[in-house]
């Protein structure tokens, strides 16, 4: 153990090793789980299937009316951007990969991944279900990766909080509601704020959905993650080309410093850790 | 008679399969279940395994298997490597200790003490997991894996035992 912390290179490289030895076996024996649980979730839909109809009829008429608002907007803001010569951000690929293993056990939140190297997965690649973000990739081997929860002891996410676009960290504890933390003294945060990443530190993109705010108070703020530990079956990982500060060994991961413009505001919003 | 090349090999088959089957309960463990809730408070499956083979064929289990399942299950879990390896073969070394008292005790003897040394093997998981990240982890569901793996060990003892009766008896 001890070892781990003195050459944690060799260490990890030992991890992805086993790990790439096991998925395949991981593979075959998450296999026949997977058909109950669809057979089940069949059953379900069924059974549920005239309520359902009811719901989705109510969701299509209140979606048209986004839609034509959204259509609207679109049009509005790719005529906007062509006055500003707007810049987009690069578009991801992605590469689709089945969870063989979710093993965490009450100490670490960690998935495996059937996908590595080879697919094109690498460290740091953000992972994704339903267009929510699931973690990172924290280690890869050949065949297999590694995915980091956002909900891990190990896991910090710069984000955005709310419509005033607060920046903070969403620190991961092993309990199912991670923490905002570093988040600026002056911050109005209330439950239902929607978070997603800032893009700061150059990992992630920006503007991927999180969670919302669960609870504010005692001097430390929770949140929800969109993300369904339970639920993950088939995960997205998504390359944008960045690689932004995880270079360096796993170890070197814990606290991401935001990598801020205003160098004033990065002051600002160390000093004011917890509110 | 002499034993022939095939017999040989048979029966080191079958020695092999305590830590086969210990590492196969690692790997099961790590299957996603896709239970609203169960994944961290997945059963320390192993450590059955270990203290079962532990209490009756311990020369089947020896403390170097122990320890590659410890890190089997470090590397899968996502735990500091050699955190579980660690408690797995102190949790080895402590029924090695108290072999005499195990000695052909009943099955609710042997149950109450899987009590004592899963309730230790998880604290000391807890401890070491804590020191090693130099905080307090928080672990809400410790309590809850801690009672399911008590409730699974009824059920896999007796799955190990008719293992054992059935190919074992010679080996």
Redesign the interface.
């Known amino acids: 153990m001890m070892l781990g912390k003195a050459d944690a290179v060799l260490v990890e490289k030992l991890r992805l090793r086993i790990i790439d030895a096991t998925a395949p076996i991981l593979d075959v024996l998450s296999r026949p789980v997977d058909v109950v649980t669809h057979t089940v979730e069949q059953a379900h839909d069924w059974m549920a299937i005239h309520d359902e109809n009811e719901r989705l009829r109510e969701d299509r008429a209140r979606l048209m009316q986004w839609q034509t608002v959204a259509r609207r907007l679109e049009a509005e803001n790719a005529a906007l951007k062509q006055l500003l010569h707007f810049v987009p951000e690069p578009e991801g690929q992605f590469v689709t990969a089945r969870v063989v293993a979710d093993s965490g056990g009450a100490f670490a939140h960690s998935l495996l991944l059937s996908a590595g190297l080879r697919d094109g997965v690498d460290k740091g690649h953000p992972v994704v279900s339903d267009e929510a973000l699931v973690g990172r990739i924290a280690g890869v081997a050949r065949h297999s990766a590694r995915v980091l929860l956002i909900t891990d002891l190990n896991s910090r996410i710069p984000v955005f909080v709310g419509p005033t676009r607060t920046r903070a960290i969403l620190a991961g504890d092993n309990t199912s509601r991670p923490k905002l933390v570093y988040l600026a003294p002056e911050a109005v945060v209330s439950p239902g704020d929607l978070i997603a990443t800032s893009g700061h530190a150059g990992v992630f993109p920006s503007g991927i959905p999180v969670g919302i705010v669960n609870s504010v108070g005692d001097g430390e703020i929770r949140v929800k993650p969109y993300l369904e530990r339970e639920r993950l079956e088939y995960l997205r990982v998504i390359d944008y080309g960045l690689t932004g500060i995880l270079g360096g060994p796993p170890a070197a991961a814990p606290v991401a410093v935001p990598n801020a413009a205003d160098p004033k505001e990065v002051a600002g919003s160390q000093e004011g850790t917890e509110p | 008679m002499r034993p022939t090349f095939w017999s040989k090999v048979d029966t080191a088959a079958r020695k092999l399969t305590p830590f086969g089957l210990t590492m196969l309960l690692v790997?099961?463990?790590?299957?996603?279940?896709?239970?609203?809730?169960?994944?961290?408070?997945?059963p320390?499956l192993p450590l059955i395994g270990i203290y079962y083979w532990a209490i009756y064929r311990p020369d089947l289990m020896p403390v170097s298997a122990v320890f590659v399942i410890g890190?089997?299950y470090?590397?899968?879990?996502?735990?500091?490597?050699?955190?579980s390896a660690?408690v797995f073969v102190i949790v080895h070394g402590i029924i090695d200790s108290q072999r005499r008292f195990f000695a052909g005790k009943s099955f609710m003897i042997i149950w109450l003490g899987f009590f004592l040394v899963s309730a230790g093997a998880?604290l000391a998981?807890?401890i070491?997991?804590s020191a090693?990240?130099g905080t307090f982890?928080?672990?809400?569901?410790?309590i809850f894996?801690y009672v399911i793996t008590l409730g699974c060990f009824p059920l896999l003892s007796w799955a190990l035992l008719r293992w054992q009766r059935a190919f074992l008896r010679q080996a």
């Open positions: 790997l099961i463990g790590a299957v996603p279940l896709h239970l609203p809730g169960i994944a961290s408070v997945t320390l890190i089997l470090d590397a899968l879990s996502g735990t500091p490597m050699g955190v660690a998880l998981i807890w070491l997991v090693y990240y982890v928080k672990s809400e569901a410790l894996q």
